[in-house]
């Protein structure tokens, strides 16, 4: 069945980037059907705005073009687990179901907790808004008992269901944990079959999943008996008499199945990323780490929104040729109701000569940022959009392509995963973030095409690649460059990536960080979980949501998440300043410091009169806007750094970020957290001949572009570059 609301034609690529030789796997999705186009295009430009450089997505379908025939490949959203072989019973033997539940939200629809199928029906045990619930369907129709007292969001209860054939006793049944308060409900079903087949947790039908259950999943078990009442509601899964099955959640944190530990083995799958490494009915607080307590964290957290992909079948490859250069490119889809563009990178072969400049594309921070719905496309918005022909979908209106890292779910939990299996609307040239009254309003991907225009428009040679990339192949990728410069975003990163930057400039590397609020969160992946990325918004940190006590720790790697900050990894350490200050998206320009007019620094600011600059741009209408670093000796700022330049005092909506304040006055630096709001140009070099150069604002590379790419923040840029490629010491 089409969703109203679907794209006319939209699509994933297998991941974002490949080198010449290998292959791009595209998989689209056209409700309409109908025959479709789609070539490639080289992307030099992604800012609709017409007072800039404009939209530049030049045409290479001599590279590659094709048609294909589009077909609609829906999406089904919601977390469950699948046993596709539940456990065997005798023919006419009762049986129950049982597990411990958190609903998430209030019965305000049925939600299946475990669900058995087969030819002669299916028994569904959930909840709905009468409380827990047993639902049987056979050849006589649909029968639901209901316990008749209405279960709590965000606490704890047992329920169970109970069928015996013999008799066509039916029963339900729930206890909550908190007032041991129990409700049952009772009735007699004539000619009632139990099924034997496919068990799903937290969803029923396996044809077509429904009824998926948000909040969290305990000991979820299947008994060989008829089951009037639980006479101890947590009781462990392996003292139930007569159990067929009990899935065990604490076994396997890390990985993407479930375990029965029952004498039938029926282990089975999760889909769609459900949240594991999450505080169960019996977790006590004598243990933050789930790893050091399993039974403590033996719940699941499902949600109906989760989505990791979409699975769609493929609709054409597009082989990299040998000779294409390196560069961000994008597939151009169209079709009879619209057109669609899926951003790719290509990186150079691995025998091929490298230039200078390499530049490292923070497509971690564009998936964690993944259809982020702000909520913000109001008729201005629109208007703006319509006007400038900008990217035409926003997230806000398109929720069946799942939601970003900052959004959350529908009982409030924060939204930890994020894959690039699925469209990505926000990662789009033209696509327009905020209505900016005095700038473009761009951020993430087509904001680092300011970059990429202004090195197009300079004659700069460079390769692409992305911290995905950085993440699979370490320090060699960057070997062979003489400087690596970021976006203006680079905000999520692993260990590795970490690794391999600090690798790279400690070994003689040159480091341009051309963006605010980077190297700020740790997440986590995993090599057989290709295109996932877990964030745990731990203690401290500008956030969205805050994970929960108890659950700082990643479910992929069992590592400590939050702030790279809080794991001793500030990132002042790597490149010299880190993040002090946020506002609206607005920006102000720097003002030169007494170390900019030294003669060593001089070349910095060769071409450059001002003392204040950068007070103009394409985001927010400054170059320090929106979010803003600062160096800081205690946090790793070396001695040797000097600050060249620091932001004028920005608009009344900054705030200094939380991790820097003791209380409302009293701040970490000792400072008046006035005084934190700044961002700051960091210059320092290695003694191994590596360098740093870091400007300490997100809205930096806007300020590119002046009556064309001109203007001291143009010219400070290519003093820089132009130093950083050029032979010898600095």
């Not at 794209?7 to 297998?14: A, E, V």
């Amino acid at each position: 069945m089409i969703d109203a609301n679907e794209l006319p034609i939209t699509g994933y690529l297998d991941r974002f980037s490949h080198r010449p030789g290998e292959t791009f796997r595209a998989h689209v999705s056209v409700p309409g059907g109908g025959m479709c186009t789609a070539r490639l295009v080289r992307v030099v430009g992604g800012d609709p705005n017409p007072a800039g450089p404009g939209m530049r997505l030049d045409d290479a379908s001599a590279v590659f073009r094709t048609r294909f025939s589009g077909r609609h490949q829906p999406i089904a959203l919601g977390s469950y687990a699948r046993i596709d072989r539940g456990p065997p019973r005798a023919p006419g033997r009762p049986r129950s179901w049982t597990a411990l539940v958190w609903p998430g939200v209030a019965g305000d629809v049925p939600r299946a907790v475990v669900s058995e199928h087969g030819a002669a029906g299916s028994v569904t045990l959930g909840i709905g808004a009468s409380g827990a619930q047993l639902t049987l369907v056979g050849s006589a129709g649909e029968t639901t008992v209901v316990a008749g007292q209405p279960l709590a969001a965000g606490r704890w209860a047992r329920i169970w269901g109970s069928v015996d054939p013999a008799s066509g006793a039916a029963i339900v049944g729930q206890v909550a944990l908190d007032t041991r308060a129990p409700a049952i409900g009772r009735a007699a079903v004539a000619g009632l079959a139990v099924p034997q087949g496919t068990v799903l947790i937290g969803a029923r039908d396996p044809a077509a999943p429904e009824w998926h259950f948000t909040g969290r999943i305990e000991d979820p078990a299947i008994l060989d008996r008829f089951t009037e009442t639980i006479a101890e509601p947590l009781e462990a899964p392996d003292a139930i008499a007569g159990a067929l099955s009990l899935w065990d959640f604490s076994h396997g944190i890390d990985m993407q199945q479930v375990q029965d530990i029952g004498p039938h083995a029926c282990h089975g799958r999760l889909v769609n990323l459900p949240t594991r490494a999450v505080c169960g009915a019996r977790w006590s607080g004598a243990e933050m780490c789930w790893r050091h307590a399993s039974r403590d964290y033996a719940a699941i957290h499902f949600h109906a929104g989760d989505l990791a992909d979409c699975g769609w079948t493929p609709d054409f490859d597009f082989r990299v040729p040998a000779d294409l250069p390196s560069g961000v490119y994008a597939l151009h889809l169209r079709g009879d109701a619209g057109e669609d563009w899926l951003p790719l990178y290509v990186l150079p072969a691995r025998d091929a000569p490298r230039p200078d400049i390499l530049f490292l594309a923070p497509t971690f921070t564009y998936q964690a940022y993944a259809n982020h719905a702000r909520g913000n496309a109001d008729a201005a918005y629109r208007a703006r959009a319509q006007e400038w022909h900008a990217y035409p979908s926003n997230p806000d209106d398109f929720p069946l392509y799942g939601r970003s890292t900052y959004n959350r779910h529908e009982d409030g939990s924060g939204v930890a995963f994020s894959s690039r299996l699925r469209p990505v609307l926000t990662m789009r040239p033209g696509f327009l973030t905020f209505n900016d009254p005095r700038g473009s309003g761009l951020r993430h991907f087509p904001a680092d095409t300011h970059l990429l225009g202004w090195l197009e428009a300079k004659g700069f040679g460079f390769d692409v690649a992305t911290d995905e990339d950085l993440d699979d192949e370490g320090a060699d990728l960057l070997r062979g460059y003489r400087v690596v410069v970021t976006g203006s975003h680079p905000e999520y990163h692993t260990a590795g990536t970490l690794d391999a930057l600090q690798s790279y400039r400690d070994g003689g590397g040159r480091l341009v960080y051309l963006g605010g609020n980077g190297f700020y969160w740790r997440i986590a992946r995993r090599k057989d979980l290709p295109g996932v990325i877990e964030v745990r918004r731990a203690e401290g940190g500008i956030r969205a949501w805050a994970a929960e006590p108890g659950e700082y720790y990643h479910a992929l790697d069992g590592q400590y998440g939050g702030l790279w900050r809080r794991n001793r990894r500030p990132p002042q350490a790597l490149v010299g300043v880190g993040f002090s200050a946020q506002g609206l998206f607005e920006g102000v320009g720097y003002r030169r410091l007494p170390a900019s007019f030294e003669p060593h620094h001089a070349w910095i600011f060769a071409g450059i009169d001002a003392t204040v600059f950068g007070d103009y741009g394409l985001s927010g209408g400054g170059a320090a806007g929106f979010e803003l670093d600062r160096a800081d000796p205690r946090l790793g700022t070396p001695d040797h750094a000097v600050i060249l330049a620091r932001s004028e005092p920005p608009p009344a909506s900054f705030v200094v970020v939380p991790e820097e304040l003791l209380s409302h006055i009293a701040t970490v630096t000792g400072e008046p957290p006035a005084a934190l709001l700044r961002a700051e140009i960091v210059y320092f070099q290695q003694p191994t001949g590596g360098a740093v150069f870091a400007v300490g604002s997100i809205t930096f590379c806007g300020s590119l572009w002046q009556e064309g790419w001109k203007g001291p923040v143009s010219q400070l840029l290519d003093n820089i570059l132009r130093r950083f490629c050029g032979p010898g010491a600095l």
